[in-house]
């Protein structure tokens, strides 16, 4: 059982909005046994409309359709449906009389130019929407024997839905779920995403030997997104119950094979990690940046609760402002530079006895795009961590500085830099040293 999704929209295709339903659906329609064969996405254009869903309907048992049932002249997806069924747009009566009482409701009369959204392919059917104006559209396309695909029969089934997220939720879900799960007899695609930072794709996939053969059921891949490399199990069996016993197989022999280096799971963030654990320890943290210009201080904000474990917060671009605010030595400027470990030592003790936390980090490096030598080129980070003798059962501060070699570009060298300070903090909350 396979399905297409196809989203409408000038606004997708230009760009200038991310199409994230093909992912949510993507991942539901997974959950449910249903192989996703391909992505389209297409303009509001009714030629290509009908075009995509004509050259997609013999490819699939279900075309999941998004988007252009709204009531502006843009809109168009039920005009293209109903030229590839052949059949006119008939107004629909009860789906009027739900639409004049959805603005009634809201103390209004219905505009004329959303009765367009009552109109419903003649032998097509209406699918409520509980959560706006835009109904959703079911039909059954009848490929012809020249046209159909080898592996399955026509008919191919067609749910369009509203381009807006919420409404399609929960469409989805009350709609067009049940029905796939009906003819999935039990199948299902069991998916688990573990996220690693630190080290590179290449070497992950190294650790993971033979567990990424293509071959293997249930499969492990790869991605890389932020410097963050996330393995991505999928799992494909007849049997909800053998899926996750399989699944959960495979996620304990990437966790032996990759060990701490994985951080989190699913929609995990290495911040919301982080925060969680330093809450879980009731440890307090502090920051000192340079480069980074408070990055590694918002991302540890962003996290609902930070006021429980976030003390202090220095931004401290100019060398002045690391021996003012932070107490470094100007020799140690002058003899090292501030791209150095004996300057981020620095800056990091002096923010663990400013802030009275648990531990500081501090971060200074050169981001580019210039500012580069020959012994400090850009990407050139260096990273302390100090912690207090409450942090370490120990009887004086203690502080670990590092310098790191990162790349790309000035965006991508900062949000790095912040990720491994994080990841710096990590180690030293589990007790171990980074292995990388």
């Known amino acids: 059982m396979t399905a297409i999704i196809l989203s409408i929209g000038d606004e997708l295709v230009l760009g200038q909005t991310i199409d994230t339903n093909s992912a949510w659906l993507s991942r539901q329609l997974a959950a449910a046994g249903c192989e996703v064969a391909a992505h389209m996405t297409v303009p509001d254009d009714q030629a290509a409309i009908e075009e995509a869903i004509r050259n997609s309907a013999p490819h699939c048992d279900y075309l999941i359709i998004t988007g252009g049932l709204g009531p502006t002249a843009d809109d168009l997806t039920r005009q293209a449906l109903a030229a590839v069924m052949n059949e006119p747009l008939e107004l629909n009566e009860t789906c009027l009389t739900k ?182 320890s009731r440890k307090t943290v502090a920051t000192a940046e340079s480069c980074t210009g408070g990055l590694l201080a918002k991302y540890l904000t962003d996290i609902p609760g930070s006021s429980n474990y976030f003390r202090f917060g220095w931004i401290t671009y100019a060398n002045q402002a690391k021996t003012d605010l932070l107490g470094v030595n100007p020799e140690l400027l002058s003899q090292h530079g501030a791209v150095s470990e004996p300057v981020v030592a620095a800056m990091a003790a002096g923010a663990l006895e400013k802030s009275h936390a648990d531990c500081a980090l501090a971060i200074s490096g050169i981001a580019g795009p210039d500012g580069g030598t020959a012994t400090k080129p850009v990407g050139t980070i260096c990273i302390a961590l100090a912690t207090s003798p409450s942090c370490l059962r120990a009887s004086v501060p203690s502080c670990l500085a590092r310098t790191f070699s990162l790349f790309g570009d000035r965006e991508m060298i900062r949000d790095r830099a912040a990720k491994m300070a994080l990841t710096m903090l990590r180690y030293h909350l589990i007790g171990k040293e980074m292995p990388f």
């Open 99 to 280: 639409l004049k009482e959805f603005f009634r409701a809201r103390g209004r009369e219905m505009p004329e130019i959303n009765r367009i959204q009552a109109m419903i392919p003649r032998g097509a059917r209406m699918i409520e929407n509980t959560c706006g104006t835009a109904a959703g559209l079911r039909a059954t396309l009848h490929i012809p024997s020249s046209l159909r695909r080898s592996v399955a029969p026509s008919p191919c089934e067609v749910f369009v839905m509203p381009g807006v997220p919420k409404e399609m939720f929960a469409m989805f879900d009350r709609a067009v779920l049940p029905v796939i799960r009906q003819s999935a007899s039990g199948a299902v695609i069991l998916s688990k995403t573990l996220h690693t930072f630190g080290l590179g794709e290449s070497a992950i996939a190294e650790r993971l030997g033979s567990l990424m053969d293509r071959r293997r059921n249930p499969s492990v891949g790869t991605t890389v997104s932020a410097g963050v490399v996330s393995l991505r199990i999928n799992a494909r069996y007849a049997d909800a119950a053998e899926a996750q016993r399989e699944l959960e197989k495979t996620e304990s022999a990437c966790r032996a094979a990759l060990g701490d280096l994985i951080f989190g799971a699913d929609d995990e963030t290495l911040p919301q990690v982080v925060a969680r654990m330093l809450a879980s």
